[in-house]
Protein backbone atom coordinates (compact mmCIF):
# COMPACT_ATOMS: atom_id res chain seq x y z
CA UNK A 1 0.00 0.00 0.00
CA UNK A 2 1.15 3.40 -0.74
CA UNK A 3 0.51 6.16 1.35
CA UNK A 4 0.67 10.38 0.78
CA UNK A 5 0.28 12.20 4.48
CA UNK A 6 -0.60 15.99 3.69
CA UNK A 7 -1.92 19.38 5.78
CA UNK A 8 1.05 20.12 7.76
CA UNK A 9 1.65 23.94 8.21
CA UNK A 10 2.55 26.74 10.70
CA UNK A 11 -0.30 27.41 13.25
CA UNK A 12 0.04 29.72 16.55
CA UNK A 13 -0.45 27.65 19.81
CA UNK A 14 -3.93 26.86 20.45
CA UNK A 15 -4.87 26.44 16.90
CA UNK A 16 -5.80 23.04 15.04
CA UNK A 17 -4.50 21.85 11.98
CA UNK A 18 -6.09 18.51 10.12
CA UNK A 19 -3.53 15.97 8.38
CA UNK A 20 -4.67 13.99 6.16
CA UNK A 21 -3.25 10.13 4.81
CA UNK A 22 -4.53 9.28 1.56
CA UNK A 23 -4.31 5.58 0.55
CA UNK A 24 -3.59 3.76 -3.05
CA UNK A 25 -3.03 -0.12 -3.81
CA UNK A 26 -4.73 -1.78 -1.39
CA UNK A 27 -8.49 -1.36 0.53
CA UNK A 28 -7.73 0.48 3.27
CA UNK A 29 -10.29 -1.75 5.54
CA UNK A 30 -7.60 -3.96 5.18
CA UNK A 31 -4.80 -2.46 7.54
CA UNK A 32 -4.66 -0.59 10.59
CA UNK A 33 -3.58 3.08 10.47
CA UNK A 34 -1.53 5.19 12.69
CA UNK A 35 0.37 8.57 12.67
CA UNK A 36 3.49 8.73 14.26
CA UNK A 37 5.83 11.80 14.78
CA UNK A 38 9.18 12.56 15.03
CA UNK A 39 10.72 16.25 16.30
CA UNK A 40 14.60 16.94 15.72
CA UNK A 41 17.04 15.11 18.06
CA UNK A 42 14.15 12.61 19.16
CA UNK A 43 12.86 9.27 18.20
CA UNK A 44 10.01 8.76 16.32
CA UNK A 45 7.31 8.51 18.71
CA UNK A 46 3.21 6.85 18.14
CA UNK A 47 0.76 9.66 18.49
CA UNK A 48 -2.35 7.85 17.33
CA UNK A 49 -3.73 4.64 15.82
CA UNK A 50 -7.02 3.24 14.16
CA UNK A 51 -8.66 -0.29 13.59
CA UNK A 52 -9.13 -1.80 10.21
CA UNK A 53 -12.84 -0.68 10.56
CA UNK A 54 -12.70 2.50 12.49
CA UNK A 55 -14.52 1.65 15.74
CA UNK A 56 -10.93 1.36 17.83
CA UNK A 57 -8.42 3.91 18.54
CA UNK A 58 -5.71 4.38 20.73
CA UNK A 59 -3.79 7.53 21.81
CA UNK A 60 -0.24 8.59 23.21
CA UNK A 61 -1.15 9.87 26.74
CA UNK A 62 0.54 13.54 25.34
CA UNK A 63 -2.39 14.02 22.60
CA UNK A 64 -5.34 12.04 24.29
CA UNK A 65 -7.94 15.02 24.54
CA UNK A 66 -6.96 16.81 21.64
CA UNK A 67 -5.90 14.80 18.93
CA UNK A 68 -8.59 12.87 16.50
CA UNK A 69 -8.22 9.84 14.64
CA UNK A 70 -10.38 9.14 11.62
CA UNK A 71 -10.80 7.24 8.39
CA UNK A 72 -13.11 6.88 5.70
CA UNK A 73 -13.07 3.50 3.82
CA UNK A 74 -14.86 4.71 1.36
CA UNK A 75 -12.26 7.23 0.41
CA UNK A 76 -9.25 4.99 1.59
CA UNK A 77 -7.96 8.20 3.53
CA UNK A 78 -7.25 8.38 7.60
CA UNK A 79 -7.24 11.77 9.29
CA UNK A 80 -5.84 13.25 12.33
CA UNK A 81 -7.87 16.49 13.78
CA UNK A 82 -4.87 18.04 16.21
CA UNK A 83 -6.82 20.52 17.97
CA UNK A 84 -5.36 22.74 21.01
CA UNK A 85 -2.00 22.79 19.48
CA UNK A 86 1.39 23.21 21.81
CA UNK A 87 4.99 23.99 20.32
CA UNK A 88 5.78 20.37 21.75
CA UNK A 89 3.64 18.89 18.66
CA UNK A 90 6.02 20.48 16.29
CA UNK A 91 7.32 17.36 14.25
CA UNK A 92 7.53 15.66 11.11
CA UNK A 93 4.35 13.61 11.24
CA UNK A 94 4.31 10.46 8.83
CA UNK A 95 1.05 7.58 8.81
CA UNK A 96 1.65 4.54 8.41
CA UNK A 97 -0.44 1.00 7.69
CA UNK A 98 0.06 -2.49 9.29
CA UNK A 99 -1.41 -4.39 7.07
CA UNK A 100 -0.54 -7.90 9.04
CA UNK A 101 -1.85 -6.42 12.13
CA UNK A 102 -5.54 -7.02 14.12
CA UNK A 103 -5.25 -4.66 16.98
CA UNK A 104 -3.54 -1.44 16.96
CA UNK A 105 0.69 -1.41 17.12
CA UNK A 106 2.25 1.38 18.99
CA UNK A 107 5.60 0.85 18.15
CA UNK A 108 7.04 1.61 14.12
CA UNK A 109 7.47 -1.96 14.25
CA UNK A 110 4.52 -2.78 13.67
CA UNK A 111 4.00 -0.97 10.61
CA UNK A 112 4.88 -2.14 7.23
CA UNK A 113 4.32 0.62 5.17
CA UNK A 114 5.00 4.33 5.57
CA UNK A 115 4.30 7.30 4.35
CA UNK A 116 6.23 10.86 3.83
CA UNK A 117 5.95 12.93 6.72
CA UNK A 118 4.44 16.79 6.92
CA UNK A 119 5.57 19.22 8.80
CA UNK A 120 3.72 20.74 11.40
CA UNK A 121 5.27 23.95 13.15
CA UNK A 122 3.80 25.28 16.10
CA UNK A 123 4.74 28.78 17.09
CA UNK A 124 4.53 30.02 20.74
Known amino acids: VQLQASGGGLVQAGGSLRLSCAAS????????MGWFRQAPGKEREFVAG????????YYADSVKGRFTISRDNAKNTAYLQMNSLKPEDSAVYSC??????????????????WGQGTLVTVSS
Open 96 to 113: AAATYAWTIPSKPAGYNS
Open 25 to 32: GRTSSNYV
Open 50 to 57: ISRSGDST
